[in-house]
């Protein structure tokens, strides 16, 4: 029951702050360029498109959102509350992953690609958005401006986007799987491209357990690095 | 005076903090990753696929110079946001330097860099061949467009979370670069209200006295109404 009114707290706090508004304005843009492309690669532009925009948005908001609540006290208050920590984040990485597939679905939607696998694309975008996001909250313990925060990113978006290029193929490619990003992308191809059962079912299960590991390390660097600051 | 004596305070607290110093040679990086995509992936596509870049290169130089500038923007008003969230702002503006001169010392300095930027894309791509001239106005209107983004996430977002959905929105202003490319007349005729669209249009048309001409236009009028927004907001 917390849970459930921390989301819809969140979500009216996103609404406010226009989130919804700027991806409709995103996903119009992306559909202009998308309709210029021929549908070869359409095939290979939409999943890449739904999965670097959409699907990382929690990577971008997140820190601004923390930094904004620690700065009205937010997070001061949280503590003397019944929501827990692992609510608090929960309720943040969920809203959030709310908008990532209203924003996939969106996209792929107008889109008018032929065959989707909508139960997949809904799967694979929570759980790619979920990693983004709680990578999000662990990059911003020690920040204290959205700067440093965009600043500190940078090495972890590369460490997790640069592996990406394995897809394209090459000895021992597959190795890169391991990469949480490089399986996501890989379930978010399948999603456009059909993938063997057991294969998106490995995948999704493998970032069902990565997003639990960065679930646990996530409270624990909220509580100790950004509530407590130690 | 004084505004020179904030400016080189402003360079040491920059060169001071790791962060700033970083996001501000940040567009450095972007210029490396697109001058080695230019090295590399154009021959490789051309050899995969046999489809020519080069008839997109004004496009692509376009995107490069809105990129460098709208980045430094944006680190500008996230600066300015978490100025004015600290009360820093508060304080400067009832030193001797006040209101306005707060503003122009903030946007003025990435609008410098931004030039500066410019003029290495300039010297680094091979991608157009354009007149001195150009290649100056390009130059001040890359220092214009900066100073647009920086006071559009500045005054118009109240706090960070607003201040990164403008950011994130502001994104989608460089689709206008590229309408051309679309043949949408709706979507040309709308590009014509936002400097990205001119940006390319001058790349296209160097020597077009009316592009020039509007271009310049275009982005002193937004400059101008921003900063007569901001002017009233305040007040």
Known sequence: MRLQHAILADMRFQIKHGFYLVYVIITIMYLIILSFLPENILSVALPLVVFSDPSVLGLFFIGGIILLEKGQGVLTVLVVTPLLSIEYILSKVISLAIVSVAAALAITWFSYFPSVNWVLLIVSTILTSGIFTLLGIMINAGCNTVNQYMLKTIPYMLLFILPCFALIGFPYSWLFTIIPSVAALKLMMGVYH?????????????????????????????ENKIVYQD | MIQITLFRNDIKQILRDPVMAMLLVAPLLLISVFKILEVFLIPFVALKTGFDVMPYAPCIFSFILLMNSGMLGIVTGFMMLDERDGNIAQLLEITPMGRSGYLINRLSFASILSVLYCVVSFAVFGLVNLPFYSKMLLCFLSAIYTAIIGLLIFSGADDKVKGLTYAKGLNALVLFAFTDLFALSWLTFLSW????????????????????SLAFIIHVVWLGVLIFRYGRRES
């Open chain 1, 194 to 222: 059909g993938i063997l059962w057991y294969e998106a079912a490995a995948l999704a299960v493998y970032l069902v357990i990565i997003n639990y590991i960065l679930l646990r390390v996530a409270v624990r660097v909220f």
């Open chain 2, 193 to 212: 209200f936002f400097p990205p669209y001119w940006i390319t249009m001058m790349i296209k048309s160097p020597q077009s006295f009316f592009v020039n």
